[in-house]
């Protein structure tokens, strides 16, 4: 059974930071390329960061130089660090995981971040 766990988000206020985790279970983790996505409310959803199983990594404008994706093969495990936090921010963030040689292709339940004075 495939499960991508998440963590991490919570209430912040602007100009803050937080760093989630996403740990995946039931898959090869160094197989797969990991992303995160966020949903804001009435928003559609949309990719914030992707890093390959190689290691290489995309964001979307809206997070460059704020943002930094990482992974850690050994602990099946994929972070994102969030710094300068702004309300445009909040949303649900879902983690990701597709196959490089499969059509797999599975989600996390999502963790809720708030950005709010």
């Known amino acids: 059974q495939v499960q991508l766990v998440e963590s991490g988000g919570g209430l912040v206020q602007p100009g803050g930071s937080l760093r989630l985790s996403c740990v995946a279970s039931g898959i090869i983790f160094r197989f797969f390329d990991m992303g995160w996505y966020r949903q804001a409310p009435g928003k559609q959803r949309e990719l914030v960061a992707q890093?390959?199983?190689?290691?290489?990594?995309t964001y979307a404008d809206s997070v460059k130089g704020r943002f930094t994706i990482s992974r850690d093969n050994a602990k099946n495990t994929v972070y994102l660090q969030m710094i300068s936090l702004n309300p445009e921010d909040t949303a649900v963030y879902y983690c990701n995981a597709q196959g490089i040689t499969t059509v797999a292709n599975y989600w996390g339940q999502g963790t809720r971040v708030t950005v709010s004075s």
């Open positions: 890093i390959t199983s190689g290691g290489s990594t």
